[in-house]
């Protein structure tokens, strides 16, 4: 007699009349053209939401039937009794009203787990649902894409989770063993293995418990995400570290490690850092990063064979195991390069990823696995250092370079703490009166047991690892302190220089340090000369004029150093406020043998255009000083006046 249109959210009334009465009424009968009917309506949300109090919904029960259909039945029992039968019509329409919410609430749940299902797909982890079987029930795309394995395969179990020591891990013994052990825990996290299709892959699980009335757990829902990228200082500890203890995260892939080898003498390791991953990454959205993780994994497997390892301990650090013809001259690492050669990303966004890696040839060179893990990461920490982009494979040499390189980097904190660094000046000399008119600051370290440490070695290892700053500071008062001492012997004439590292330029303390120093010792400001070199100014020119003003307003002079190295143009220097121009002794070393030194006349004489004065670096001779006379240089260094000397010998100096 009703139907229901879902285009216009109406019901259609075939019968208008009876609809009418039902709506009087609400209970009732009539009869119509023929027809007996009997209805019962009512709206089961009325007072359940102020939504349903203004859309209201009827259900509405009805039965119909002809005269001719009353002469058919009025012999029965049923219709003759007329109170059974409006118990029995109650007792339809009762039942048939629950039958309607039944269908209703399960439409809803069914809507609910739809909504469910499409929250979960858009989350940023992988979600697994799983039951006290420990079978799947349901997982999301990002799961999927973890583990390169399809939904279906996925719910079959074709996947597989292990705890870091490699055994089945079980999410419901861990829970069980949480509530025996504290009965307000319901949730568990940690890392562990998951094993993909072509991969095993280092994740954290965040896992929580579904129980019953009963309290009995029923289901647990796991979150799965991705261990941050491999961070420079982490992956520093993570190489010291294994030198006395093996990392947790590494029993697992020892064991994969130890199964190749005893089944594939020939075979290389390979610890595989992505350079760029962090930029590439920012163009993405979290759940997009799986995507592309995926994206990576596939075209690493490109380079490997059925029985490689490829073992990922984060988004940006693979740990490969890869079959070679022959250990001494592995081909085959070149593969990895190559599929790296291609851009990685998605839609239009693509960028080529740059790669790093160390590798290590198993026999008979390697007597264990925890030994070629060890060398792999060895060489791709020299490969750091050296700061070199593709392989390096492990020799004896780099042992050597990284026990030395950490010996330093472990060293240099108490040196520093306990004056052991030495300043020592080199003197700065007018080139018309061969007078001492200041001096350079150079830095020396003699170690009792590693004896005399250049700075070309040390400081790129400082600066590596972010202590520039704490040098900085320390050159700064050794100089002001030797400074002072110069005022108080009368030579108060006399000024320093000093170098400054790139990044030193972004501490907001830099400049104020200074100014403290200065003011603590009593030194006149403009007796303190800051050196820069072009790469240094030009990487940010914006930046570097902010801390050139910086400078100039507290009257502290600032140099460009090794001036003609870099990116020399009059454009630049136009452009800069600084009061001397360093010319690198490369342009003057080989005169006046080789060179007549045409492009140190051109240089010099940009820089008078400018009016800035000129200091040429690396003198040796007398002849090449009378090539800075003609050319009307101010100053000099060299050898040919003095090396780089001690507080002590520079005095002496000055005095004789």
């Not at 060890?374 to 390096?392: I, S, T, W």
Request: hydrophobic letters at 40%; glycine letters at 6%.
């Amino acid at each position: 007699m009703f139907s229901y249109d879902p285009q216009q959210d109406t019901l259609i009334k075939q019968n208008s009349e009876l609809w009418n009465q039902i709506v009087r009424e609400k209970i009732g009968e009539a009869t119509l053209n023929g027809m007996n009917y009997h209805f019962h309506s009512f709206d089961p949300f009325a007072d359940t939401s102020a939504f349903y109090e203004t859309h209201p919904h009827f259900l509405v029960g009805v039965m119909s039937f002809t005269d001719d259909d009353i002469t058919v039945l009025e012999d029965s029992f049923l219709l003759r009794n007329r109170p059974l039968r409006w118990v029995l019509a109650v007792l339809i329409l009762v039942l048939g009203g629950f039958i309607n919410l039944l269908a209703y609430f399960r439409r809803n749940d069914r809507e609910l787990l739809a909504v469910s299902n499409l929250v979960s797909d858009q989350s940023h982890d992988g979600v697994v649902i799983t039951d006290t079987m420990m079978q799947v029930t349901y997982c999301n795309r990002t799961f999927e894409s973890m583990t390169g394995f399809s939904n279906d395969e996925i719910l079959s179990g074709m996947h597989d989770i292990r705890s870091l020591s490699g055994e089945e891990f079980d999410s419901t013994k861990v829970m069980r063993f949480a509530s025996i052990q504290n009965q307000t825990i319901e949730s568990w996290q940690g890392f562990l293995w998951v094993v993909g299709k072509r991969h095993y892959a280092l994740t954290h699980l965040s896992v929580s418990s579904i129980s019953n009335n009963q309290g009995h757990v029923v289901h647990t829902v796991g979150l799965y995400s991705n261990p941050r990228n491999l961070s420079r200082e982490s992956f520093e500890k993570m190489v010291l570290a294994q030198n006395q203890s093996t990392n947790e995260m590494d029993v697992y892939p020892l064991k994969l490690l130890e199964t190749k080898k005893n089944g594939d003498t020939e075979f290389v390791v390979v610890y595989l850092k992505l350079l760029n991953i962090d930029l590439i990454e920012a163009q993405y959205s979290l759940d997009e990063h799986y995507v592309l993780g995926a994206q990576i994994r596939e075209r690493i497997a490109q380079a490997l064979q059925k029985d490689d390892l490829m073992i990922q301990y984060s988004p940006d650090t693979f740990l490969l195991a890869m079959h070679v013809s022959d250990h001494s001259d592995p081909k085959e690492i070149a593969m990895i390069q190559k599929v790296f050669d291609e851009p990685f990303g998605l839609r239009d966004k693509k960028q080529v990823i740059r790669i790093r890696s160390g590798v290590s040839a198993a026999s008979p060179f390697c007597p264990d696995s925890a030994v070629m893990l060890r060398q792999c990461r060895m060489a791709l920490a020299a490969q750091d250092h050296f700061e070199r982009n593709g392989a390096l494979v492990y020799d004896k040499t780099v042992d050597e370079h990284l026990l030395r390189y950490y010996a330093i980097l472990q060293a240099f904190p108490g040196a520093l703490a306990r004056q052991q660094l030495q300043v020592n000046f080199q003197p700065v000399v007018d080139v018309s009166t061969n007078m001492i008119r200041g001096a350079e600051a150079l830095i020396r370290w003699n170690h009792s047991t590693l004896g005399a440490i250049s700075p070309a070695e040390f400081i790129p290892i400082v600066e590596q690892n972010h202590l520039e700053r704490s040098l900085g500071k320390y050159v700064v008062e050794q100089v002001v302190r030797f400074l002072h001492e110069l005022q108080e012997k009368s030579f108060s004439q006399i000024g320093i220089s000093m170098n400054l590292c790139p990044t030193e330029l972004q501490d907001v303390d830099l400049v104020p340090h200074m100014v403290r120093t200065l003011k603590s010792y009593g030194v006149d400001h403009n007796r303190l000369v800051i050196e820069l070199t072009e790469r240094t100014l030009l990487t940010d020119l914006e930046a570097a004029n902010s801390v050139l003003e910086e400078l100039h307003n507290e009257q502290i002079q600032v140099a460009i150093d090794d001036f003609g190295t870099g990116f020399s143009s009059l454009s630049y220097l136009h452009e800069l406020d600084v009061d001397t121009l360093k010319i690198d002794r490369s342009f003057i070393k080989d005169y006046p043998e080789t060179d007549d030194g045409v492009i140190l006349k051109a240089m010099v004489g940009m820089a008078k255009e400018l009016a800035i004065p000129v200091l040429v670096e690396g003198i040796e001779s007398f002849e090449q000083l009378e090539f800075l006379k003609n050319l009307g240089v101010s100053a000099y260094q060299g050898f040919l006046f003095s090396h780089a000397v001690d507080e002590k010998g520079f005095m002496g100096l000055l005095n004789r």
